[in-house]
């Protein structure tokens, strides 16, 4: 399973990311477009809660999910979150949210467009009438500028790492190899060597435009970055704010 090496260190992995700009525009956007001021969150692809630990302090209702047990496991235990390992095509939540979460580009992780249909469904589910879903992808444009042929290292002393990121512009996936030297947990003096692999599929906003149920939701905004200016072939973060049909 993905993440099982990785979920103990992501969050050194991770350090260089600006978790602000995710909190501010989730803010923004509670404003502008929720009915509530208040609504109950859920994030799907929560990874060991860094958003939603940030969210929960700032006083929001929260809950997590995540595909990943061992990121579920970070999340609780680090940060104490309720979080439940769930499918995000097929979440299991009984009750509703007024806002649904798939950040940092999670949802690259579905390679077909057969999977997104599944989690617009999934996500209508369990959404309030009028509720909102705000999901960002990583471009085609990013993997072209910045991960075409990148290697990346370094040492924690209880762990280091490499990683080879490269692009099949062919089949439109980003790839993420991981080799990790991993200190034992039974002999100090010993290191484990790991291997994850893992793999995003980079559809274009149009490709996904078409999954989305048109039916059961409206398109508020398709926006660059974390703004909200409408997207262009430029933009490396693309984010989508949807709205559930009353």
């Not at 050194?12 to 956007?29: F, S």
């Not at 512009?169 to 290191?191: A, V, W």
């Amino acid at each position: 399973m993905q993440y099982d090496v990785i979920a103990p260190m992501y969050d050194r992995l991770m350090r260089h990311v600006d978790y602000g700009e995710w909190i501010d525009l989730i803010a923004r956007v509670i404003k502008r477009f929720s009915a509530s001021d208040d609504p109950e969150i859920l994030e799907i692809g929560a990874g060991t809660g860094v958003v939603g630990g940030r969210l929960g302090g700032l006083g929001y209702r929260y809950t997590a999910s995540d595909l990943s047990f061992p990121m579920c496991r970070e999340a609780h235990n680090e940060r104490n979150l309720p979080i439940c390992a769930a499918d995000a095509r097929a979440l299991p939540f009984k009750k509703q949210f007024g806002l649904a979460l798939f950040l940092y580009d999670g949802i690259n992780y579905l390679h077909t467009q057969g999977d997104y249909r599944k989690l617009f469904a999934s996500v209508c589910d369990i959404l309030l009438p009028g509720g909102l879903f705000l999901f960002d992808i990583t471009t085609r444009a990013n993997s072209v500028k910045h991960f075409t042929n990148y290697f990346d290292y370094d040492d924690y002393g209880d762990f280091s790492y490499a990683r080879h990121s490269y692009f099949d512009d062919k089949k439109s996936i980003q790839h993420n190899d991981f080799t990790i030297y991993r200190q034992s947990p039974e002999n100090p003096g010993l290191y484990e060597k790991h291997t994850e692999t893992h793999t995003q599929k980079v559809f274009s906003v149009s490709e996904i435009e078409k999954t989305i149920p048109r039916k059961r939701f409206t398109v508020l905004g398709i926006w660059d970055g974390y703004s909200f200016r409408k997207f262009s072939p430029r933009s490396e973060r693309i984010h989508f704010l949807l709205r559930k049909t009353l």
